[in-house]
């Protein structure tokens, strides 16, 4: 289904939030002393004691090429942000239903047409919608068995409540000398799930196990926003199929060669992270599968900004349909070799699905993002094997 006009569904794209867990690959230095009121008086002394008569204003002057990327290597890292947010923040728009019972969030792909007014193009990308009550509850036993495992898993689940980007740090060789192009790329991807998550869990109003039982006693406070879907799960599934998207563009062998076990391990990495966050009493396993979902489409969406490409994934979340009796299994949603999602993916025994994908496409004509893919492109050459 297309919906078309001027304007758009009503949206707010102002500010990104840096709760984002990735943000501790954004992190890269600031101009230092800036606000040292010493300094600024340093500063205008030396001013007076060097500038002496008044010079002519120098000539030749030319204006800077004007909504060029030739401007970005000059911008800060914190700008560029705010113009990556910008670029990925307009690009998407949301609706909702108002059942209570199990009420459901759709996110459309917001392309913006090319035309002397401007219009929007508007095509499904994300609709989830949410388990019900019953659900829940039979997904307690799964949250219960859980708690037996924390002390072998605390040190994880403390640190990537904050930060899950040195984990991937471990598995590709990031740094903020060698890859910081990559670094900014996926900071900017896991604000912007963070941008769609938070709506979608506004809209769902989930609510979390701690309200389930007094048993529960998560081993880390429960933050106050709903449950559905995982924040986490939508991050590392992101992070984890945009990253993996790098390595094959690279044509490094490398990472190529083989069956993707690279894919593989940062699809486990995805996966663990999401298990923590139901070993910690705060998440159902039905969330991690709904994050899931999410993250592995909002990547490939990334992707298809970057390279201003047509295509791209849309999917499905149908929280009724999941087993409330099932854990949750990331193979059944994604494919590593050929980097695919699953175009169905069920649990109960009569085979009913609770998610499918299937491909979409931007209209032609939309606008394409020339800073997304000067950041991608930068992104993917510090994956290319020097030898190349």
């Not at 304007?7 to 800036?34: D, K, L, N, Q, R």
Request: hydrophobic content about 40%; overall charge negative.
């Amino acid at each position: 289904m297309t919906k078309r006009g001027t304007g758009g569904p009503e949206s707010t794209f102002s500010t990104f939030s840096t709760f984002s867990t990735f943000s501790t690959f954004s992190t890269f230095g600031g101009g230092g002393a800036i606000e040292n009121p010493l300094l600024a008086a340093a500063l205008m002394t030396n001013r007076d004691g060097i500038a002496g008569a008044q010079l002519p204003i120098v000539e030749g002057i030319k204006p800077n090429p004007a909504n060029s990327t030739k401007n970005l290597p000059r911008l800060s890292p914190e700008v560029r942000a705010a113009i990556f947010d910008s670029e990925l923040g307009t690009r998407v728009a949301f609706t909702t239903s108002s059942n209570d019972d199990t009420p459901s969030v759709n996110v459309w792909s917001a392309a913006i047409i090319e035309a002397e007014e401007p219009e929007s193009d508007f095509d499904p990308l994300v609709s989830v919608s949410a388990p019900t009550i019953d659900q829940l509850r039979a997904q307690m036993a799964l949250v219960s068995s859980y708690a037996d495992i924390r002390p072998d898993r605390a040190e994880e689940i403390l640190v990537q409540m904050p930060a899950i980007a040195p984990f991937y740090a471990s598995l590709e060789f990031m740094d903020p000398a060698r890859t910081p192009h990559t670094m900014e790329l996926l900071a900017a991807a896991g604000r912007f799930s963070n941008y769609v998550v938070q709506r979608m869990k506004y809209a769902l109003a989930i609510k979390r196990p701690i309200e389930f039982s007094p048993q529960v006693q998560p081993m880390i406070p429960t933050p106050t926003h709903g449950t559905l879907p995982s924040g986490h799960a939508t991050e590392a599934f992101m992070v984890s199929r945009l990253m993996w998207e790098l390595l094959l563009a690279s044509n490094n062998s490398t990472y190529t060669a083989g069956s993707g076990e690279w894919g593989q391990i940062l699809m486990r990495l995805a996966s663990r992270i999401a298990i923590n966050r139901t070993v910690a009493g705060v998440h159902f396993p039905v969330d991690s599968a709904a994050g899931a979902v999410l993250g592995l489409s909002l990547a490939q969406f990334v992707r298809t900004l970057c390279l201003g490409e047509r295509k791209y994934t849309s999917a499905t979340f149908t929280g009724p349909n999941f087993n409330e009796n099932a854990d949750f299994d990331w193979t059944q949603l994604y494919t590593v070799e050929g980097d695919k999602q699953a175009k169905h993916s069920s649990n109960l025994p009569n085979g009913e699905d609770y998610a499918t994908s299937s491909s979409a496409k931007i209209p032609s004509g939309a606008v394409t993002s020339e800073p997304l893919n000067w950041l991608w492109l930068k992104a993917v050459n510090e994956w290319v094997d020097l030898t190349n």
